[in-house]
């Protein structure tokens, strides 16, 4: 999502995906994308540039925070998942590391990060909350999954004009 429009705010609800949120002061122009592996892989943040481009944004003035997310030593994958990067990027490889036996430990805000800069965004940063290890301040719907409780929260993060 994007805008122009001042006083409105955008709002994005996750609950391990990245909540990626995006402003460029000087164009007055704000974006949030929900990007969890899936639409990072699929391009949703450069999507969420394009779109703020056509709001006269511009990528080199534009700055993105990746809000609380699952962090690589929280996030196991099997070994399909590291094919499927692979297959886009070879270089991908680097964020995956090593986890027990053939699963992977997937660094989600580490991916997000690299897209970002590679699309030439001025500026990103996560702020390095991980949402499965901090069961006091967020939500994680793997960690409630892997508890065995029910599926009941989400996280909203909102960015306003």
Do not use: K
């Amino acid at each position: 999502m994007v805008t122009a429009t001042p006083g409105l705010a955008l709002t994005i609800l996750t609950a391990d995906c990245q909540p990626v949120l995006f402003a460029d002061p000087r164009a007055g122009v704000i974006g949030a994308a929900h990007a969890g592996w899936r639409g990072a892989l699929d391009g949703v943040l450069e999507a969420t540039l394009d779109a703020m481009e056509a709001l006269g944004a511009r990528r080199a003035e534009t700055v993105a925070v990746i809000g609380p997310s699952i962090s690589q030593a929280a996030y196991e994958v099997g070994p399909e998942f590291l094919d499927e990067f692979l297959a886009d990027d070879p270089g991908n490889a680097r964020f995956f590391a090593n986890g027990q036996g053939d699963r992977m430990l997937f660094d989600l805000p580490g991916f997000g990060l690299h897209r970002l800069r590679r699309a030439g965004i001025g500026a990103a940063e996560w702020t390095r909350h991980c949402t499965f290890s901090d069961p006091e301040r967020f939500y994680s719907y793997r960690r409630c999954t892997r508890a065995g409780e029910a599926d009941y929260g989400r996280l909203i993060s909102a960015i306003r004009l």
